[in-house]
């Protein structure tokens, strides 16, 4: 299709701007090239944090002093998960798929506030230097865990004042990136798309941004305090000044639990337009899905007390968090439900992101359902801070996020990049990087209800065959990611050229060609009273 | 060849402007309501000694700052409105005042905080840590971080009206476009509102 439009003579990554070269990809305010900023300098955060937790596992390979010592172990495990939290899952899909296809989901040239949108990688690019800048500078790596539960981190000497900025950094790159979907979604809709015909992505971006917006200045202005207790002794955190250390910790759930479904509703979000695409068939229960999305949006806020279960509240109150996060479990139940539903009677089209997605269904059930386990009062005091918890945990965020992250990458690559990645490769990818998962991580519940705790780097030699079993998973869950990246990179400079719509879509993305043009549409596209964004 | 210039960037949608303020808004209310629940927190457990070093406060200092910021937001109100009507010069001056009544406030501010610092009152200052309850230490402590956060955000509302002015007068802020004006407009509200309550909470309540 030949474009009438002058921008639109070029693609969005073939486009000279005002700069050339990476000028003109660092100071592009275009959605999509930021979409890509943000996927290359998560894709290099990951590949560290990765290492990290090689590195962790390698040290838990054998009980006793392994690779490192007790302070190195504490300072891998703080900043395996503040990389990993703050500078990759959290940001994750919203700040990748969300800069990516928002905007052509909706029928749109642009953000809403596109300056503000590259504003926020910037954002989010001084945080990730600054936390780097603890590692590298100063008295010591941050050893106190990525919670920076008071009363440590305002006392150990280790150099936590970057790291608590830089986290507070990206935190306001995330408020931005929410701000911007908000004011998108509400008033960049193209013509005919009513909100009941917005894609699920789209709902998914929409609940997410609530959260992000509502939840980040939570946790922004708890660090500025523990910033504060260290630099002046304001004694708000501090028992021996007359603060509370537990206080801190339901400030900081109260950002950071809601922030699991930041992380997990855009992942959801993307399996939503996944199963219907490959199973060539209409969303079963649209409206359930987005009722259930915003209502984990909500009730996503009221359940933080359950990382509290040992940490000191009334009887009420914990009768009252376990039981709201009981509820929570619902709406996810119900779409898990939704996207079994789907595939009945569809005619499924075996392709590498319905691998993933199928595959996330199956972690992300495991790790929801362990969830229940520790919801649990009396099985929470059980497994509490075991390595169950860390399996759950990863369950969720690398088993949920990670693999909807994988099978997103592997659905809209084509899209992204205009070429076809090596399917039989991409499969091998898939299930080498699967089988190292569950083996990385099953022996782990198995750990904890053995009653290994987590953060130590040393064991009782009883957990030692468990641990022989986790890290050899690691290494074949490294071989494939490696498969996986080394697969991608290559297709997108080499790859086949991609159709406009190789996998028969059916949502606003796949109408334009691929990779898109600058301004994504030569004509704002109008819905009409019929169409859909599943009508198969 | 023509220079194609990237349309989607002039783009103007006054709503989506105040749209973006009002939820930036929200987030600045949950930064200080955070704050406002830990101070209630602590007041609850340290009653008495609350009133004690509220009593410690300047009130006089306050209700005047407490005054004049009520006049600033009147007077950035009235701007937007001469905006409005195209009369730039009282758009100017009437921002104006509202820059200096901010600059006001601050030095009062100043002054407020010295006298405490040469009672030897500051976090980690001897003469609290020593002298006073862990109650009176909670409400210094308090008292610094939100009148301080506060002072920071008039600091960020003067350097948004600067800009906003520089605007109007270059002609870029005009009656046709003037969400920027509105939402420094906002946002001074905004500052204002949260002086509201802070003033009552650790003036008047004694």
Same mark, same amino acid.
């Given at each position: ?5 002058? %921008? ?16 003109? +990809? ?60 703050? $500078? ?32 926020? +990688? ?87 941004? +609530? ?12 660090? %500025? ?27 900081? +759930? ?58 000191? $509240? ?129 022996? $782990? ?66 109408? %334009?060609?691929?990779?898109?043009? %600058? ?18 | ?206």
């Amino acid at each position: 299709m030949q474009s009438t439009n002058a %921008v639109n003579q070029a693609n969005y990554l073939e486009y000279r701007g005002r700069f050339k070269g990476l000028f003109g +990809w660092i100071f592009s305010t275009d959605h999509k090239r930021i979409g890509l900023l943000y996927l290359y300098s998560m894709a290099v955060m990951f590949s560290v944090g990765v290492l990290l937790g090689l590195a962790m596992k390698l040290e838990l390979l054998a009980p006793g002093k392994t690779i490192m010592d007790a302070q190195d172990y504490n300072a891998t495990f703080t900043v395996h998960g503040v990389i990993m939290i703050f $500078m990759v899952v959290v940001p994750g899909l919203p700040a990748v798929f969300g800069n990516f296809l928002l905007p052509i989901m909706i029928g749109a040239k642009d953000v809403a506030f596109p300056k503000l949108n590259l504003l926020s +990688w910037w954002f989010y690019v001084a945080g990730v230097f600054l936390v780097l800048a603890a590692l590298l500078f100063g008295p010591g790596t941050p050893d106190t865990g990525w919670t920076f539960y008071a009363p440590y981190s305002f006392k150990t000497g280790t150099n936590m004042l970057p790291a608590i900025f830089g986290a507070f950094i990206l935190g306001f790159s995330s408020i931005l990136t929410g701000l911007n979907f908000l004011v998108t979604i509400h008033r960049m809709r193209c013509p005919g798309l009513k909100w009941s015909k917005l894609s699920l992505f789209v709902w998914t971006l929409y609940g997410t941004a +609530w959260i992000q917006l509502l939840a980040t200045p939570v946790v922004g202005i708890t660090l %500025v305090l523990v910033a504060l207790e260290r630099l002046f002794g304001v004694g708000i955190f501090d028992p021996a000044l007359g603060g509370d250390p537990i206080l801190y910790q339901h400030l900081f +759930w109260i950002y950071s639990h809601p922030a699991v479904y930041i992380m997990i509703l855009p992942a959801m979000g993307a399996i939503s337009e996944i199963i219907p695409t490959f199973s060539q068939k209409h969303i079963f229960g649209y409206k359930a899905i987005i009722v259930s999305t915003m209502a984990i949006a909500f009730v996503g806020y009221l359940v933080w007390g359950h990382h509290m279960f040992t940490a000191g $509240m009334s009887g009420t109150a914990q009768y009252y968090f376990s039981l709201l996060t009981f509820l929570v479990a619902i709406p996810s139940a119900i779409k898990v439900f939704n996207w079994i539903s789907t595939m009945y009677k569809g005619s499924i089209n075996v392709q590498t992101p319905f691998y993933w997605a199928v595959s996330f269904i199956f972690v992300f059930m495991i790790g929801g359902l362990s969830g229940l386990v520790l919801g649990a009062l009396a099985a929470n005091i059980y497994v509490h801070d075991t390595a169950f918890v860390v399996a759950h945990f990863h369950y969720i965020v690398f088993g949920g996020t990670g693999f909807a992250f994988f099978a997103a990458i592997h659905y809209w690559f084509p899209k992204i990049f205009g070429r076809m990645y090596d399917k039989a490769w991409a499969n091998i990818g898939w299930i080498v990087f699967t089988i190292g998962f569950l083996t990385l991580y099953s022996p $782990m519940f198995y750990l904890g209800m053995m009653g290994m705790p987590r953060r130590y780097y040393d064991y009782l030699e009883e957990f030692h065959g468990g641990n022989i079993l986790s890290t050899f998973g690691s290494w074949i869950l490294a071989t494939g990611f490696i498969i996986i990246i080394v697969n991608l990179v290559r297709s997108a400079r080499r790859g086949e050229k991609a159709e406009m719509n190789p996998w028969k879509g059916k949502t606003l993305e796949w109408t %334009v060609p691929s990779p898109p043009p %600058v301004e994504n549409f030569d004509k704002i596209p109008e819905i009409a009273e019929n169409d859909g964004p599943y009508n198969y | 060849m023509e220079k194609v210039t990237h349309a989607p960037h002039d783009h103007y949608d006054a709503e989506a402007s105040k749209i973006g303020m009002w939820l930036f808004i929200f987030t600045e209310l949950l930064l200080f309501g955070i704050l406002f629940v830990i101070y209630s927190v602590y007041r609850y457990l340290n009653h008495d000694a609350f009133h004690l070093a509220a009593a410690e406060l300047d009130t006089f200092t306050g209700a005047v700052n407490t005054l004049i910021l009520l006049v600033s937001s009147m007077t950035i109100a009235m701007s937007v409105t001469a905006l409005q009507k195209k009369n730039k010069p009282l758009t100017l001056l009437l921002n104006g005042i509202t820059f200096v009544i901010g600059v006001v406030f601050l030095v009062n501010k100043y002054f407020e905080w010295g006298a405490k610092f040469d009672h030897g009152i500051f976090p980690g200052s001897a003469t609290l840590t020593e002298t006073l309850s862990q109650g009176e230490i909670l409400f210094f402590g308090l008292y610094f971080i939100m009148t301080g956060l506060h002072a920071l955000h008039i600091i960020i509302g003067l350097v948004f009206i600067a800009v906003v002015m520089w605007k109007v007068a270059k002609g870029k802020v005009h009656a046709e476009r003037s969400a920027l004006l509105e939402n420094s407009g906002l946002y001074w509200h905004l500052v204002d509102i949260i002086w509201i309550f802070l003033f009552p909470l650790f003036y008047l309540i004694v």
